[in-house]
């Protein structure tokens, strides 16, 4: 997400802490997005049915462990 926070501040004219805040939304959205893959591929490998609870739980907890924790130790650098 820094190529994000890189662009962000080489084509646009917002400050440090308002780019490194929008790469810290995107982190999150690539993370769960990145999860909920995980979660159906974990489905169709162990042939679990339950897909809503799988694909929401490891959606959630991708974003959560890796895109905030992640996320916020840059947004906290950036600023």
Known sequence: MTVI???IKEHTRLSD???A???FYFGIF????LGSCMGVLFCRITGCW???NMVGGTGAFFSLV????????????HA
């Open 5 to 7: 926070y890189q662009a």
């Open 17 to 19: 802490p308002i780019a």
């Open 21 to 23: 805040a929008i790469s």
């Open 30 to 33: 690539f993370w769960f997005l």
């Open 50 to 52: 339950d897909y809503q």
């Open 66 to 77: 890796f895109g905030f924790v992640i996320g916020l130790v840059r947004l906290i650098r």
